[in-house]
């Protein structure tokens, strides 16, 4: 849902493209005010920008491009600014009266706007990494589950996708 609100209120037409997003820890993310920061990092990833790692981003994105504030934005920016980050990108609703010392913070009610507050000066920096074994141009597609290797190792619907060797999804 959120990749139909970037195409149509960002700009952006990701359709065509897989798009994963992986959370550290393997936390759940159980609340709505993911979908900025979500929608934020996608766009730095397919313009092959990196994001001021002192920017930090919360809000609710709704099916019309807009940016709804959520519970505890002071307190989330006063934490943020705890922890070192210089800049907030907020729901308007969220920016606080008072600031802490040292943050910035830009509030929006629209995704566009928030995208064009995105720092996105710097290319990213790639590091050299070893294709998959299906991915090699000798091979043309990723094995099969009646292929004689998956059906050796006992293959499951995670090892078809590529997953590796580990069987996980």
């Known amino acids: 849902l959120l990749l139909a609100v970037l195409q ?3 700009g952006l037409s990701v359709g065509g493209d897989d798009v994963f997003v992986n959370v550290v820890g393997g936390l759940r993310i159980g ?3 993911a979908d900025l920061p979500t929608l934020l990092a996608i766009v730095s990833s397919f313009k092959d920008r990196s994001c001021d790692k ?3 981003a919360f809000g609710e994105t709704g099916l019309a491009g807009e940016v709804r504030p959520v519970k505890y934005g002071t ?3 006063a934490a943020a ?3 070192g980050f210089t800049h907030a990108i907020v729901p308007k609703g969220n920016v606080p009266k008072k600031l802490p010392d ?3 913070v830009t509030g929006v009610t629209r995704l566009a706007e928030a995208l064009t507050e995105l720092p996105t000066s710097r290319a990213i920096e790639r590091t ?3 294709p998959l074994p299906w991915a090699v141009a000798a091979r043309s597609a990723p094995p099969t589950p009646d292929s004689p ?3 050796r190792r006992g293959a499951g619907a995670g090892d078809v996708s590529g997953q590796g060797e580990g069987g996980g999804t």
Do not use: D, F, K
């Open 8 to 10: 149509r209120h960002g």
């Open 149 to 151: 290797r998956m059906q």
């Open 81 to 83: 600014a705890q922890q």
């Open 31 to 33: 609340e709505t005010a």
């Open 75 to 77: 307190e989330r920016i």
């Open 128 to 130: 050299s990494v070893a």
């Open 102 to 104: 040292g943050m910035r």
């Open 54 to 56: 002192r920017l930090v």
